[in-house]
């Protein structure tokens, strides 16, 4: 079973376009980490996100960390070819203090 | 500076061969890590070294064996190769083992096994 779930599985929008990312978890998490892997590169650390309610924004991605701290959703404004990649979530699970989890990943493309 | 590096970017190799990859990092980070990414993307935790130690050793083949020589470096070998070890395989760090800090990742060396 998988820790996070992370939705949709990949999203293919228009250029200028919005789009929103989602990460769940049935557990509180320790932390809600964004990462996006551009294809066939390394994972780039996005945000983090600690505290239920959190909003945190660079440029023109924005995550928030629902109160409950058990859900996560990465919005990305005005969507350009550059926002293309693979995002995934991680987390830390309360029960397993020393292990990161991953979401399965969002694959975007963003069509010129 | 590349702050965490693997090598070989690429390795292709036949079933029942010794490979090995590299990592080091140079953030002055105690924590390292392997993960592997699947085909499907998914990426999931093999071995975790705080400080040359093992802390973190997931359910993973025996032919798999992580090696620390020092805090900034953590291989990767992996004995009697098999189809189904075909993947991504990622190098990480973190300044803090507790995950209170990002993971630093490699860019991965992608593993082809024939």
């Known amino acids: 079973s998988q820790e996070l779930e992370q939705s949709p599985q990949s999203l293919i929008v228009q250029e200028g376009k919005n789009l929103t990312i989602n990460c769940t978890s049935s557990k509180t998490l320790y932390g809600l980490y964004w990462y996006k892997q551009k294809y066939g590169e390394g994972l780039i650390f996005l945000m983090m996100l600690q505290k239920g309610g959190e909003e945190k924004s660079h440029e023109k991605i924005t995550a928030k960390l629902d109160e409950k701290k058990q859900q996560s959703s990465l919005h990305i404004t005005a969507s350009q070819p550059s926002h293309a990649g693979i995002y995934l979530c991680g987390a830390v699970i309360p029960y397993n203090f020393n292990k990161f989890y991953f979401g399965s990943g969002t694959k975007l493309n963003v069509k010129p | 500076d590349t702050a965490v590096s693997q090598t070989p970017k690429y390795l292709v190799t036949q079933m029942g061969n010794d490979k090995s990859i590299k990592c080091e990092q140079n953030l002055g980070h105690d924590t390292m890590y392997w993960y592997k990414q699947d085909s499907k993307k998914f990426l999931k935790i093999m071995f975790s070294?705080?400080?040359?130690?093992?802390?973190i050793n997931e359910t993973v083949p025996n032919r798999f064996s992580p090696k620390s020589p020092d805090k900034a470096h953590l291989n990767l070998h992996i004995n009697s190769l098999e189809l189904g070890d075909s993947a991504v395989y990622f190098c990480a760090s973190s300044q803090d083992r507790g995950m209170r800090a990002p993971l630093h990742f490699g860019n991965g060396t992608r593993l082809t096994v024939t």
């Open positions: 070294y705080n400080n040359k130690e093992l802390i």
